[in-house]
C-alpha cells in the first residue's frame, strides 16, 4: 500500500514549447492507474447434508503479505429480521475482494428483507439462490470479484448449497471449496464427501473395482471435515489462519461458532 | 347554482385561504376506521380497527410494520398508505445500510410529511387521501408522530384518527396524565379502551377486528393479530365489566353532543 | 490587444507560427480533452496508526504533506475530530483529504440541524442529547459507503483512512476504509508503512480484542508514540512533528504539534555507505 502513495509525480503538463503541443485529442494510456480490484484472501467451504448445510470460513483479512486484521467474518446471515439477521435461514460466504463481498452481502440482505416486506413470507433458499445470481449477472462487465457460496434449507427440509463463480453461473451441489486455498480443500473434500477414488475394497481389481456410493452425512462427521480441511489448508497456505468461523444452518435456525485457528 | 371554482386542484387557494383539495383529502382519513396511539416512557403501542368489505372477505390492513424498532398504523385510503410505507421502508433499509443505525422517527416523519407537502404545490398532482400514525422507539426514546394529508406532522403522546375517532381522543385525554409511567400491559389496556370508545353501539372489539402493534426500549416493533391478541381482549374487557359499564356509556353520550 | 495570459510576451506569429491552442478548455479553442480521473495521489500524507484501550482509542499522523520525496508542507494536520466521539485519520492524497473534511463538516452541519429541530420534547433534555449523536461506527459506515462508490465510478478517494471513536455502546471502537472500499477493524491498525513497521510492534502490546480491554491509556499513548519515533527512523516520508489524539467518554482530546521525544540513533551508529559516502 505504501507505494501507492509514493508514486512519481507528473511531469509533463501543459507547456509552451508550441512545436511539442500534443496535436491529437489524446495519447494512448501510458500506464493501468487505478486498478479498483485487491484480493484480501482466506478460504470458505460448504457442505451440505439431509437436514443442514455447514458453511465455513477463516477470519484472516490480508493485504499481500500483510495481515490486515486477524477477524473479519466472510460468512454473513441474510435476510433476518433488523441488523442482527435474527431468525435468519440463509447463509452467505463470500472470498476474494471484500469490499465487493460486503456490497454483494448488503444488496442480497436488502433484496430478501424486500421479500418479506412485499410478500409476507420468507424466500425460499432456491428463490434466494437465484436471485443471486442475477444480482452478480448484473454486474458482468464490472464484476463483483467474488466467490459466493449460499446455504440453507430446501422446501423439503434438505441441507441446500449454491455455488457461484463471480459473474452468476450457479449449480447446486454436495459441497464446494472456495477462495486462496479452494485448490488445497475441494479435492480433500471430493474424497472425504463424495467419496471419489474411494473403491469398495472387498471388490476385485482393475475394472472390477466398485466405487464407494456417497451417501450424506451425518452433522458430526462434517463438522470434523471441516475443521481438518482448515486446519490443514492453514499449514500450507499463507493467506488462511486466524480463527474458523462455522455457521450450521437447520430447521432449528443457525448456529454460529467462532474458533481458533494457527497465527503464523 | 352556486359552484365551488376553487377545488378542481391542489394548487390553488379559495378567496378565504384555504386549498379545498387538501380538505377532502382530510376527509378521506375521517372515512377510515379508527386507529390509535399511545406512548410512555418506555413503549409505544398502535390499536387499530379492520374492516371486512363484507362477511366472507378478509379484514383490511391497518398497521404495518416498516422496520424493526417502528410501524405505522393508517386511515383513509390503503393505497396510498402503501405507497407511503414502501417509501418509508425504503429510506429506513437505507438509513440502516448508509450509517448503521436506525432511522429516527422524527426523521422519518419530517421526510413523509416533505414528499405530502410537494403534493399540495404541483399541479396535477393529488394530496395523499390517507392519515398516519407513526409509533416506535428510536435512539431518543419512544415516540408517536400523527402524519396528515396537507403535510402537516405533529409529535403526541396519544392521538387518534379515523371514523369517530373524537371519542377516542376523548378518552385519551382523560386519561392523559396516566400514560407516561404507564408499563406495557397498561398501555396496552389504555389503547384498546381508546378504540373501544370509537366503535358504535353495535360492535365489538374481537380478535378478527383488532390490531395491535407495540414497540419498546427493550422489544422490536410487533404486530399482534387474531389469538395473540385475545389475552388483552380479554382482560381489558373484564375491567369494564366490572368497573364502570356506566360510566363508559356517560362518556359516549358526551360526546355525540 | 490580446489580454489573455498566454499571449503575454509570446514570440511574434510570423516567425513562429499560430499559437496552438489545442491544450485550452474547448470555450477557448482547445480541442476536446477527455475527462480526466485521479490516476496516482499528489501530495500525500504518511502512516496514520491507532490503538484501542481499555475506554478509548488513540490515534497519531504525522505533520507532513510529501510531494513525492520533497517534503513540501510541513504543518499539515491529518486528524480530523467530527464529534466528540469520532476522529478520523488520513493518509494518501491530501486534497482527497480536505474534500472529505469538507464532506464531514456538510455531514456534521445536517446532523446537528435536524437534531435541533427534530423533537422538541427530549432534545433538551439532560443525557438524552448524546444519544442520537452519530457514532464512530456510523461515522465509519458512511465513509466506507463513500469511498466504495468513488472507487466503483473509477474516480477512487486516494486515501487509507482510519476511523476511531466510540461505537453505539460506548465501547471503543477502530476500523479502517482506503481508497478500494476495503473495510476492517481490529484491535489495532496502522495505514501504509506504519502496516509493516508499526503492527508488528503495536500487535505484541494488543494480540488480540481481550488484551486491549486490559490495555491503559498511558501505555496505549506511550506504545503510539514509540511507534511515531520508529516510523521517523525508517520512513523517509515522515516528520517528527506529529499530531495524536485520544477518544474516550469525556470527549476528544487533540494535540497537534507533539515533537518526537527521546530519540536515539545509536542504532545507526555503523550505518554508512549511502550515496557518495565510502568510508
Known amino acids: 500500500m505504501a507505494s501507492l502513495f509514493h508514486a512519481p509525480m507528473p511531469s509533463t503538463g501543459p507547456g509552451y514549447s508550441f512545436s511539442a503541443q500534443p496535436t491529437a485529442a489524446s495519447a494512448p494510456r501510458q500506464h493501468a492507474g487505478f486498478y479498483p480490484y485487491t484480493d484480501n484472501g482466506g478460504s470458505t467451504l460448504g457442505i451440505s447434508g439431509a437436514t443442514f448445510t455447514i458453511l465455513a470460513g477463516d477470519t484472516r483479512s490480508t493485504s499481500g503479505y500483510n495481515i490486515n486484521t486477524r477477524h473479519a467474518p466472510k460468512l454473513f446471515k441474510i435476510g433476518g429480521e433488523g441488523p442482527d439477521n435474527l431468525n435468519a435461514r440463509i447463509v452467505l460466504s463470500v472470498v476474494g475482494f471484500a469490499a465487493d463481498g460486503n456490497a454483494l452481502k448488503e444488496r442480497l440482505d436488502t433484496v430478501v428483507k424486500m421479500y418479506r416486506y412485499q410478500h409476507g413470507k420468507e424466500i425460499s433458499v432456491h428463490a434466494c439462490a437465484q436471485r443471486l445470481s442475477h444480482i452478480l449477472y448484473g454486474k458482468r462487465f464490472f464484476p463483483y470479484y467474488v466467490t459466493a457460496i449460499l446455504g440453507g434449507l430446501d422446501e423439503e427440509g434438505k441441507g441446500a448449497l449454491y455455488s457461484y463463480d463471480p459473474v452468476g453461473s450457479y449449480e447446486r451441489e454436495q459441497c464446494r471449496a472456495a477462495g486462496a486455498a479452494s485448490s488445497l480443500i475441494m479435492p480433500f473434500l471430493d474424497n472425504q464427501v463424495n467419496l471419489k477414488n474411494q473403491y469398495d475394497p472387498m471388490s476385485g481389481q482393475g475394472l472390477e473395482k466398485v466405487q464407494r456410493v456417497p451417501e450424506p452425512l451425518p452433522k458430526e462427521t462434517v463438522e470434523e471435515i471441516v475443521r481438518d480441511a482448515f486446519t490443514s489448508a492453514v499449514e500450507r497456505h499463507i493467506e488462511v489462519g486466524d480463527g474458523l468461523q462455522m455457521m450450521v444452518i437447520t430447521k432449528e435456525g443457525i448456529e454460529e461458532t467462532f474458533s481458533p485457528l494457527k497465527e503464523d | ?257 | 490587444m490580446n489580454h489573455f495570459p498566454e499571449a503575454w510576451g509570446r514570440p511574434r506569429d510570423e516567425i513562429y507560427g499560430a499559437y496552438n491552442p489545442t491544450y485550452l478548455p474547448s470555450s477557448l479553442g482547445g480541442a476536446h480533452q477527455p475527462t480526466t480521473r485521479t490516476q496516482s495521489p499528489i501530495v500525500t500524507g504518511t502512516s496514520v496508526l491507532a490503538l484501542k484501550f481499555s475506554t478509548g482509542v488513540v490515534i497519531a499522523a504525522d505533520n507532513l504533506a510529501s510531494y513525492g520525496s520533497l517534503a513540501r508542507f510541513t504543518d499539515v494536520h491529518r486528524l480530523k475530530p467530527f464529534n466528540k466521539r469520532a476522529v478520523v485519520g488520513f493518509g494518501g492524497d491530501v486534497s482527497d483529504m480536505q474534500y472529505l473534511d469538507r464532506l464531514l463538516n456538510s455531514l456534521d452541519v445536517e446532523e446537528n440541524y435536524t437534531s435541533s429541530t427534530g423533537d422538541s420534547k427530549q432534545g433538551g433534555e439532560e443525557g438524552l442529547v448524546d444519544a442520537p449523536l452519530m457514532s464512530a461506527k456510523n461515522l465509519h459506515t458512511y465513509l466506507a459507503k463513500v469511498m466504495y462508490k468513488r472507487r466503483t465510478d473509477f474516480n477512487p478517494l486516494w486515501n487509507a483512512l482510519l476511523i476511531v471513536g466510540l461505537d453505539d455502546q460506548s465501547q471503543p471502537f477502530l476500523a479502517s476504509a482506503d481508497l478500494l472500499g476495503t473495510t476492517f477493524s481490529a484491535p489495532s491498525l496502522a495505514t501504509g508503512f506504519g502496516a509493516h513497521l508499526a503492527q508488528p510492534i503495536l500487535r505484541r502490546v494488543v494480540p488480540n480484542e481481550a488484551a486491549s480491554r486490559e490495555l491503559s491509556r498511558e501505555k496505549a499513548v506511550e506504545a503510539i508514540k514509540e511507534c511515531m519515533k520508529v516510523l521517523f527512523y525508517r520512513d523517509a516520508r515522515s516528520m517528527n512533528e506529529y499530531s495524536i489524539a485520544v477518544v474516550d467518554e469525556n470527549g476528544v482530546e487533540l494535540s497537534e504539534n507533539e515533537k518526537l521525544e527521546n530519540q536515539s540513533w545509536a542504532f545507526a551508529d555503523r550505518i554508512k555507505g549511502y550515496g557518495t559516502q565510502v568510508v
Open chain 2, 1 to 257: 347554482m352556486f359552484r365551488n371554482n376553487y377545488d378542481n386542484d391542489s394548487v390553488t387557494f379559495s378567496p378565504q385561504g384555504r386549498i379545498f383539495q387538501v380538505e377532502y383529502a382530510q376527509e378521506a382519513v375521517k372515512q377510515g376506521s379508527v386507529v390509535v396511539g399511545i406512548v410512555s416512557k418506555t413503549h409505544a403501542v398502535l390499536a387499530a380497527i379492520k374492516r371486512n368489505a363484507e362477511e366472507l372477505s378478509s379484514y383490511q390492513r391497518k398497521i404495518i410494520p416498516i422496520d424493526t424498532h417502528y410501524g405505522i398504523a393508517l386511515a383513509g385510503l390503503a393505497s396510498d398508505a402503501r405507497v407511503l410505507s414502501n417509501f418509508m421502508k425504503q429510506q429506513s433499509l437505507a438509513s440502516r445500510l448508509t450509517y448503521a443505525r436506525p432511522i429516527l422517527l422524527s426523521d422519518i416523519t419530517a421526510r413523509i410529511g416533505d414528499r405530502a407537502q410537494t403534493n399540495t404545490q404541483h399541479y396535477g398532482k393529488r394530496p395523499y387521501g390517507v392519515g398516519l400514525l407513526i409509533a416506535g422507539v428510536d435512539a431518543r426514546g419512544p415516540h408517536l408522530f400523527e402524519f396528515q394529508p396537507s403535510g402537516v406532522t405533529v409529535e403526541c403522546v396519544a392521538g387518534g384518527i379515523g371514523a369517530r375517532s373524537q371519542m377516542a381522543r376523548t378518552y385519551l385525554e382523560r386519561n392523559l396524565d396516566e400514560f407516561e409511567n404507564c408499563g406495557r400491559e397498561e398501555l396496552v389496556k389504555h389503547a384498546l379502551r381508546a378504540l373501544k370508545d370509537s366503535l358504535s353501539q353495535d360492535k365489538e372489539l374481537t380478535v378478527e377486528n383488532t390490531s395491535l402493534g407495540v414497540a419498546g426500549m427493550e422489544e422490536n416493533f410487533k404486530l399482534y393479530e387474531g389469538e395473540e391478541i385475545a389475552g388483552w381482549l380479554e382482560t381489558t374487557f373484564e375491567n369494564k365489566a366490572e368497573g364502570e359499564t356506566g360510566a363508559e356509556g356517560g362518556e359516549g353520550m358526551e360526546v355525540d353532543t
